[in-house]
């Protein structure tokens, strides 16, 4: 059994059980480019503000270099052995510069170290997030804009309403995943502030200087209050709760396309690579890539669920259930990155069957509603013109025949405001064309909106 360094008060002899109990380096390693920016700028602090000599700072910051350069080339591996990256670290540092690495540690604890190498690694991951998110609306939009005018019925409970396009169905997407972005900025805004220098729990009496480390790790400010530097974990909290919409909004994306792939809809075709066969159906080809995402939905909650639940009731300050922010925080990050990154070519591939699209808004009477408009724009009151246009629907079921088709007569005989004029109105490329309302699904409102949205972007 081995001395561990924190033995002070205890013999340090532990159970091989409960050290790989207690351990979290198969997890945390992945933060060992984070705990080696933060651990050289608390060098350089220390230094700055006199309280370890420059010579053996400079031996630190050098020696942390080495490290990182061969954890890197991976001529340095991890042993799985340490307690976490932070003890690693450390003692390779010592194992490598000897007695100046015992000094790094000064005025510092692991509770403001991993707090602060846990927003260091959500900083670097919601910024490459956030390029895949701008990279899945710029496909939405280019698709949007391709097929600014394929008319397609748009769907309230499943059943066929009213002209739409796919363009327009499609910057719907865009505009969800928005404010996904908006939300991922907003949550680093929050999430800005530096807890290093809260210690264990109650400051340090070494005169350190939070803001010089606060502004050399790029941080707006040092955090506050130390108690709250040490036990804050809002923004993983925020951060699986921004990730978990994302992925709502992939699911709902996921369960169309899966819908709309099948021989019932037809109404896109998913690129062979982004779709699997099945080992016995030779006719199959299945858009796995879709389902996938909508599962995983249900695990990024999941990660959301633990966190929050984790924190509940906890006291301050620092807890070691606070240890098991890490795997849900990373398990949401993998998993959102990866659909994302499945997303943007399979989006980019997919093509709108535009002809099957046609033919079901042709079925269906989503100009059912016009021809109510048609009658109350001749003077009959909005309720009496859809109840007559309910029962012309109701005939034409009878018939098996659709609104277009029905004779001028049959018309006239359930109201005298009935004209030729009619069958202009309930014409469908006339309904799409005169829903001019803001915000609608004509290919000026759909360019409209993907301008719009393509400007945002490049603010961004
Ligand atoms: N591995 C720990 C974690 O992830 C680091 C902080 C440990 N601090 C402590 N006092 N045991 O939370």
Redesign the pocket.
């Known amino acids: 059994v081995m001395k561990k360094m924190w033995a002070g008060r205890t013999s340090g002899k532990t159970d091989q059980i409960a050290d790989d109990f207690n351990s979290?380096i198969r997890f945390?390693q992945r933060m060992y480019p984070e705990d080696i920016a933060g651990s050289i700028a608390h060098a350089k602090m220390l230094a700055k503000q006199g309280i370890i000599p420059e010579e053996a700072s400079g031996k630190i910051i050098a020696g942390l270099e080495g490290i990182l350069a061969d954890l890197n080339s991976g001529k340095l591996e991890i042993d799985p052995a340490a307690e976490?990256i932070?003890m690693f670290i450390e003692e390779t540092l010592t194992e490598r510069i000897g007695q100046d690495g015992k000094m790094l540690h000064t005025a510092r604890?692991?509770?403001d170290q991993?707090a602060l190498d846990i927003r260091l690694y959500m900083r670097e991951e919601n910024g490459q997030i956030k390029q895949l998110l701008k990279q899945l609306v710029e496909a939405l939009c280019d698709q949007a804009e391709k097929y600014k005018g394929s008319l397609m019925p748009g769907y309230t409970h499943l059943q066929r309403a009213q002209p739409v396009t796919f363009g327009h169905q499609l910057m719907a997407y865009a505009y969800m995943f928005m404010r996904d972005l908006d939300r991922l900025g907003q949550m680093e805004e929050r999430m800005n502030y530096s807890p290093i220098g809260s210690c264990a729990l109650a400051g340090t009496t070494y005169p350190i200087d939070r803001v010089y480390e606060a502004e050399l790790l790029g941080f707006k400010a040092p955090v506050a209050n130390s108690l709250d530097g040490v036990s804050d974990r809002d923004h993983v909290v925020e951060d699986l709760s921004d990730l978990a919409l994302v992925m709502m909004h992939l699911s709902r994306l996921s369960e169309e396309l899966i819908l709309w792939s099948s021989w019932e809809f037809h109404f896109v075709r998913l690129a062979d690579a982004y779709t699997t066969g099945s080992s016995i159906m030779p006719q199959k080809k299945n858009p796995d890539m879709a389902e996938l995402a909508r599962g995983k939905t249900g695990r990024v909650y999941g990660d959301l669920m633990a966190i929050l639940t984790t924190l509940k009731g906890l006291p301050l300050a620092?807890n070691?259930d606070?240890?098991e922010d890490?795997e849900a925080l990373f398990d949401a990050i993998d998993n959102v990155e990866l659909c994302l990154e499945t997303f943007i070519p399979m989006i980019k591939t997919l093509e709108a069957n535009e002809k099957a699209m046609h033919q079901a808004a042709q079925k269906g009477f989503i100009n059912a509603t016009d021809l109510a408009d048609y009658l109350t724009k001749k003077g009959m009151p909005f309720r009496d013109a859809y109840h007559i246009s309910g029962q012309l629907v109701a005939l034409c079921i009878d018939q098996d025949t659709v609104l277009e088709d029905l004779p001028l007569a049959t018309y006239k005989g359930y109201s005298d405001l009935f004209d030729e004029d009619l069958y202009q109105a309930i014409d469908l490329h006339n309904c799409l064309a005169k829903r001019t309302s803001l915000g609608g699904p004509t290919p000026e409102s759909v360019q409209k909106q993907v301008d719009e949205v393509r400007g945002k972007l490049a603010l961004e």
Request: glycine share 0%.
């Open positions: 979290s945390d976490d932070h604890s692991r509770n991993v620092y070691k606070m240890q890490k």
